[in-house]
T-cell receptor, first 112, second 112 residues
Framework: NAGVTQTPKFRILKIGQSMTLQCAQDMNHNYMYWYRQDPGMGLKLIYYSVGAGITDKGEVPNGYNVSRSTTEDFPLRLELAAPSQTSVYFC???????????FGDGTRLSIL | AQSVAQPEDQVNVAEGNPLTVKCTYSVSGNPYLFWYVQYPNRGLQFLLKYITGDNLVKGSYGFEAEFNKSQTSFHLKKPSALVSDSALYFCAVRDENNDMRFGAGTRLTVKP
């Protein structure tokens, strides 16, 4: 029972590089979310999607992009990595907006 | 805009003693309230939720939470703490616009 799978688990980038964080869920959930977790700051919503083809900005979307071509996948793109994007990134999904979210184990990203 | 506050960064209790992790919220309309737990190097795991109904909500691993509308609080409780309960706990609130906000987290340490 995989749930939400995130890859890679760890990554180090140089300033200005780009990369895509992958997220896949096998629960047929409509809603998917990307968060970043910084120490002592809780989780901040970056982007979310309410279904395939529909995405919207969260609280901290600058520097990121997303797409949702299928129900299962919700990749997060960093185009020009900056040190301020060093964080732990979590993907989550839920069946409906008022239902509990299921989280992946995170991607730890360092930008040097 | 809605918000959620966890006034304690750290809570220490002895094994076998009752524990309380505090959460207060501010939201327009009826709140949807959640508690999640995070173990090291893992994503958040759902513990319990309040949407409507009884003010005392029972969840996973013997945890419960009491919704208090007049005090706008949703404190997490457990009658007898275990060392294995040591983790990071997050309160979250979703309002009628489906915007989700997480608290900054409270680190619970249960000492043998």
């Amino acid at each position: 029972n995989a749930g939400v799978t995130q890859t890679p688990k760890f990554r180090i980038l140089k300033i200005g590089q780009s990369m895509t964080l992958q997220c896949a869920q096998d629960m047929n959930h409509n809603y998917m979310y990307w968060y970043r977790q910084d120490p002592g700051m809780g989780l901040k919503l970056i982007y979310y999607s309410v279904g395939a083809g529909i995405t919207d900005k969260g609280e901290v979307p600058n520097g990121y992009n997303v797409s949702r071509s299928t129900t299962e996948d919700f990749p997060l793109r960093l185009e020009l990595a900056a040190p301020s994007q060093t964080s732990v990134y979590f993907c989550a999904s839920s069946a409906f907006s008022n239902q509990p979210q299921h989280f992946g184990d995170g991607t730890r990203l360092s930008i040097l | 805009a809605q918000s959620v506050a966890q006034p304690e960064d750290q809570v220490n209790v002895a094994e076998g003693n009752p524990l309380t992790v505090k959460c207060t919220y501010s939201v327009s309309g009826n709140p949807y309230l959640f508690w999640y737990v995070q173990y090291p190097n893992r994503g958040l795991q759902f513990l319990l939720k309040y949407i409507t109904g009884d003010n005392l909500v029972k969840g996973s691993y013997g945890f419960e939470a009491e919704f208090n509308k007049s005090q706008t609080s949703f404190h997490l409780k457990k009658p007898s703490a275990l060392v294995s309960d040591s983790a990071l706990y997050f309160c979250a609130v979703r309002d009628e616009n489906n915007d989700m906000r997480f608290g900054a987290g409270t680190r619970l340490t249960v000492k043998p």
